[in-house]
């Protein structure tokens, strides 16, 4: 029989130390995770968010989310604002943003909902990863896939006018042969 032993309140770390364990974790990330509230203005920005947009905090920070999404995806970021105001979740999806130097990227994205102290909805945490080389190079398998095949498709082609070439040499010698033979007869 196992036992567990009692919970020792000495080493439970104190709210503090808590809190500096989960911005440590957050600044340590290489996914962006960006903090923003209900109006879609980016409250919080961490080091991988500036590295994969190219923007420092300071020039994100109290401006709209909607900065960083093409404008064909505005509406998607006003439907993910309801849904978060309602306390849901929104689960990986993939998408598209837009980082400083105008570049799109391919994101992986899954915002869930901050809550106050009081459990009411004050804000949002995405948390976005960089996909786009793993996108490039899904594009590039499916690329040599079709090539691959059409390579093949050719092959079997050329396979098939090869034998007809031969059966048209093969007769041409027959008649050629034949047809000369034929003649002398004649």
């Known amino acids: 029989m196992h036992t567990i032993p009692p919970f ?11 809190n500096s364990l989960l911005a440590s974790i957050i600044q340590s990330s290489d996914d ?11 409250t919080s920005w961490n080091p991988a968010a500036e590295k994969i947009f190219g923007y420092a905090a300071q020039e ?3 401006h709209s989310i909607n900065s960083l ?14 849904k978060i105001i309602k306390g849901m979740r929104v689960d990986h999806f993939e998408t598209e943003r837009v980082c400083k130097d105008g570049r799109r990227i391919d994101m992986s994205v ?22 786009t080389l793993q996108k490039q190079a899904q594009l590039l398998l499916t690329s040599n896939k079709e090539l691959a095949f059409q ?20 007769s041409l010698w027959f008649i050629e042969t034949f047809g000369i033979a034929i003649w002398r007869v004649a």
């Open 69 to 82: 999404l093409p404008p064909e995806r505005l509406r998607e970021e006003a439907d993910i604002l309801k």
């Open 110 to 131: 899954s915002i869930s909902p901050i809550l106050n102290g009081n459990g009411k909805v004050i804000g949002a945490s995405k948390i976005a990863r960089d996909i």
């Open 8 to 18: 020792d309140n000495q080493e439970q770390p104190d709210q503090n130390e808590n």
């Open 60 to 62: 994100v920070i109290g």
């Open 151 to 170: 390579i093949e498709e050719k092959s079997k082609r050329e396979a098939e006018l090869a034998a007809i070439s031969q059966k048209l040499k093969d």
């Open 32 to 42: 962006a995770i960006i903090g923003k509230d209900l109006n879609g203005i980016i």
